[in-house]
């Protein structure tokens, strides 16, 4: 068990700690593979999804994990909260836990704001991810994807491409990786590499690593949080940057491609990629970080407040 502990980045856990998530998940996972995909394990207990920036996955991910535990689960939507008529967020914060609520799940655009709600809340806080800081469940459900393709992921050797300046899936998922004793390669052009990744082992095209790395991660083109353009063209992320059917011949032939959702399509990820079939599907496991997703927060919910 994790105690009424909060997880707000992947250096608030320690690797005893992020082993027991996983072996946790293992048990999990079986439960989404049944007709009744229930248990009573939280019966009672009431979770709130707080989520102030958009979500696909990370959030239904979260509601669904809940509710296979059988806990209350609560959608709250900034947009139609009374943050619109000037509610501040502590006081929103406040209103939500006086209803006697037991976990929340946030997610904000700004870096930090999850650690502010967890320094005025009395209650377990899980961080969804927060502005270009962390998102350290993306990081669990990435390393369980890894373990279950690989099984001892100790020595693996993951090139992270793509966009380093804004990725809050990058910083969460070094720590991770290197934590359990994975070899990192940063793959970016000096225009998407902060200074603190520059020290670290990197190239500055993904065919400087194609052949040798054992997982492609592919990064997020973060449009949303670049207020200028920060690569030329497509057409030059392409060149230098992008997955295509061509690369990914030249991969270890057990070697897979990661994506934390959602893609640009035509930008980190060529098309054909995304409609692999048959033998070739299995190279492309970005289905399978999200079905392993609901298992692994399963496993954080149950640990917390099991
Ligand atoms: N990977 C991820 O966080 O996706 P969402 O923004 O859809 O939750």
Redesign the pocket.
Known sequence: MLGKKSILDVLSLAKSEVVQILESADSFVDISDREIKKVPTLRGKTIVNLFF???????A?FEIAAKRLSADMVNFSSSTSSLKKGESIIDTLRTILAMKVDLLVI?HSDSGTVRMADRILDVPVIN??DGKYQ?PT?ALLDLYTIKKKFGDVSGLKVAIVGDYLNSR?ARSNIKLFEMMGMEVIVVAPAMLLPEDFSKMNTAHCIDDVIEDADIIYML?MQLERQDRKLYPSVREYNRFLSINMERLLRMKKNAIVMH???VNRGIEISDELMGLEGEMAGRVVIEEQVTNGVAVRMALLYLILG
Do not use: K, L, N, W
């Open positions: 920036e958009p979500s696909t996955r990370t959030r991910s997610r969804a991810g998102h993306q899936v997020r934390p959702g959602p």
